[in-house]
């Protein structure tokens, strides 16, 4: 081989490498593009189901009770075993008593169609309300959404759900109902209320119970908007739920002076004098702000 004709070899292989390293160089950037806008891409809220004070249960009623000023406080609800007069006292230094008889309640917290989600009637009665308040709102949520709750069995479909109180199996640990046996542990456990709704519409995306106090449902979102992002998951349901099935909570603060007399809070207001209780369940479609335009879903806010 001539020096010439090495030349000639030693440029064709160096052009070869150059072509292949802008090649490459141009597929990266390509590639880290796409990883920056996914990291970012805005997630869509599709659909949405609710329960809060105020007969709220679906979110046209909560935008006309926010709407028209609406006051949601009631005296403690009758229906759930609560002695009013016997556990309340002026007094926030009397044990065992609480200073305050009013907040924010769901009202039918018991109702509960077990029979659509396979429930028996025993079991659902061992079952923290606030799980089948989730499974019947998470259902609300999917039709909101224009979706058969039915349809998306097996599909790559995420739940978090906030979730703080855990007050329901007070009066059972110490005596169990025989018939209640081996429904209990799982009917009340906070780990297992995301679980549940994606057990029931056989869900096969993450499942994660959130606890971070009031800030839980902040938090389950959070996280739904990462894992979408990330891609692991194509569709999310998030929220939270809190259901007061025992007074603790008004007696626990009662001691700590914590409540507000009259159950209103007046955040930043000159005539603060505490919080106030309240309950609700709230459960949001979370998607990729791209699949739903390009599934013709309709928006109902982005993130």
Not at 122 to 147: F, K, N, Y
Request: glycine share 14%.
């Amino acid at each position: 081989m001539t020096t010439g004709q090495a030349g000639t070899e030693r440029e064709a292989k160096l052009r070869a490498y150059l072509k292949k390293a802008i090649a490459d160089s141009q597929d990266l950037r390509a590639q880290l593009h796409e990883l920056r806008s996914t990291a970012t891409e805005p997630i869509a809220v599709v659909g949405m189901g609710c329960r809060y004070p105020g007969g709220v249960r679906s979110p046209a009623d909560l935008w006309k009770l926010v709407s028209e000023g609406a006051d949601a406080i009631t005296p403690w609800p009758a229906d759930r075993g609560w002695d009013a007069e016997g556990l309340f006292h002026e007094d926030p230094k009397r044990v065992g008593s609480s200073y305050v008889r009013a907040g924010g309640f769901v009202s039918g917290m018991a109702d509960f169609d077990a029979g659509l989600f396979g429930m028996s009637p025993r079991e659902a009665l061992a079952t923290d309300p606030q799980q089948r308040q989730l499974l019947e709102v998470t259902w609300e949520a999917l039709e909101d959404a224009g979706i058969d709750p039915l349809s998306l069995r097996g599909s790559n479909t995420g739940v978090y759900t906030g979730i703080v109180a855990d007050d329901y199996a007070d009066g059972y640990w110490t005596s169990v109902p025989p018939e209640l046996e081996g429904y209990v542990g799982v009917g009340t456990s906070v780990s297992v209320a995301s679980g549940r709704v994606a057990y029931t519409f056989g869900l096969e995306g993450p499942a994660v119970s959130v606890d971070t106090a009031c800030s839980s449902s902040l938090v389950s979102m959070h996280l739904a908007v990462s894992a979408l992002r990330g891609g692991e998951c194509d569709l999310a349901l998030a929220g939270g739920v809190t259901l007061l099935t025992s007074p603790s909570g008004f007696i626990e603060f009662s001691r700590q002076r914590g409540l507000s007399r009259d159950g209103r809070c007046r955040s930043f207001g000159a005539g603060a004098d505490g919080t106030g209780w309240a309950e609700g369940v709230g459960v949001v479609l979370l998607e990729r702000l791209s699949d739903a335009v390009a599934g013709g879903r309709v928006v109902l806010g982005v993130v």
